[in-house]
């Protein structure tokens, strides 16, 4: 499912295990997982209620740093972010930012389009993997 540049992808574990199994894989992608950002523990702090929904930040100088060096805006955007969350029906998703959007946003041409294109394939096998039954 894809909304305004925000790609929604199904997982078949609970919210818990799809996190560390995305952490994991980009982990073992070579990337950096910079900051986990559990917002239900801090709704909780705070006396609400939340699903559980965790912000993975995520990612490699080598990926993010050619877009900067054309359009220093889109830091703003990166590090990679991925959000697990889970929907009032108990239905575990994996959402993150689809990198062609990201260049649009900041009028990236297409003279990047292969870095786009690389990072929108880690991103989908990310998402794949954590979310798969594997």
Known sequence: MATDGLISVQSRHRASETAARLAA????AGMTVFARID????A???GLTLRPTELLIFGAAKGGTPLMQVAQGIGIDLPLKALVW???GGQTWISYNDPAWLAQRH???AS???VQAAM???L??????AGSAA
Request: proline content about 0%.
């Open 120 to 122: 929108r394939a880690l």
């Open 124 to 129: 989908d096998d990310a998402a794949r993997h």
């Open 107 to 109: 009028g990236i041409g």
């Open 25 to 28: 894989f980009v982990e073992s």
């Open 86 to 88: 889970e929907d009032a």
């Open 39 to 42: 917002h239900a523990a801090g």
């Open 44 to 46: 909780a702090q705070a």
């Open 112 to 114: 990047l389009h292969a």
